[in-house]
């Protein structure tokens, strides 16, 4: 049943992935042609990712009440909503609407966030970290497929007769619609309900997702009666509870933020700073595809890494590469073009060590009944995190310099490299 899991996920992770790559990759500057400002431009990525954060508590109540199907099915039906409400805005040139599009578009994310942890519900113990890993690898397809189709969804859009711009826009409507079907199709069992049964049938056995033998996490108490009364309102009390009580949770939750702010806020003024230097779609499709090739080709190695070494080991690594991407990226003059996509494809690889060494050290640390609710506040700080990094890089961008950017953004890192390594030495001594 595992396997088969990972297949449907995988699956899903590859349509939503091309959704999401072909829709972020030209937000920003349809909204700045809309709205006649580079500020504004910013506000795109915000929403898209602010849309992901609100979705993230409904997804996993949903998951808490009916199981994994349930919470992707709400996700990626409000992504479906998102395109449409973005095509009609594009043909009446109303930018906030576009934006209040993106903001429903962000449930695509929240699926495919989602899925990860889907995927580790039935894993069997030390090997969470790569059965996350290879659901996340999955989107590697569409994601850098992605970007490179938005020059032909335009033209395939003006050939179909819609406004200029919106060609991206409807083939993200196709591909979360496949993944709408295929979660609806062929998720069935359901990973999480079927861990709860087996979990309550053979508790001697353990809970699936433990962790691996010689992890710094501790293996999650069985559940209580008022966890499974929780799980019927959503879990959110209990998982803030879950949070306080477990360090490794709450440093797995930062670490998640810190990436993925970072890597947000970077990647989404690159094709503004690309766009000022005269940079074509062409050559920002590029780009855009080694940064996700970063984010996803090397996420198997990755779960594997985090399973054999410790997560927290991956995390502070990450936290390096990011900070080296930040450096690299900023640092390039004017049309270094290269420069640019080197350090934008590291900055993929820090996301993707912060991802999934994070992930599955926030679902080691936590009871199977609190996880969902846990999984879901996480996405949550995440992408409300990555939201306000856009609007602050808008600003930055905007007022001084895309170099600026990368240098508050090596700082965080650092900060947080430090912290990590600092707070775990007591947690691993004790």
Known sequence: MQRRTLAVLSIAQITGGVGVAVGTALSSLVVAKLSGSVAISGLA???SVLGAALLALPTAGAANRGGRRAGLTLAYACAVLGCLVALLAIATRVWPLLLAGLVLFGGGSAGNLASRYSATDLSAPGHSARHLAWVVWAATIGSVTGPNLAEPAEHLGRRLG????????ALSLLAFALALAVVLVALRPDPL???????????????????????????????????ARSRGRGGLRAGWRALRESPAATRALVAIAVAHTAMVSVMSMTPVHLDHDGAGYRTIGVVLSVHIAGMFVLSPAVGWLADRIGRTRVLVLGMGVLLAAALLAGGAGPHDIGRVTAGLGLLGVGWSCGLIAGSAMLTEAVPLERRPAVQGLSDLLMNVCGAGGTIVAGLIVSGLSYGTLGTATAVMVTVTAAWLALTTRPARAA
């Open 45 to 47: 990525g915000t929403s």
């Open 162 to 169: 819609l406004a200029p711009d919106a060609g991206p826009f």
């Open 193 to 227: 309900l079927l861990a709860r049964a087996t979990s309550q049938s053979s508790p001697a056995l353990g809970s699936p997702g433990s962790p691996a033998p010689g992890s710094p996490a501790t293996p999650a108490p069985a559940p209580t009666p008022a966890s």
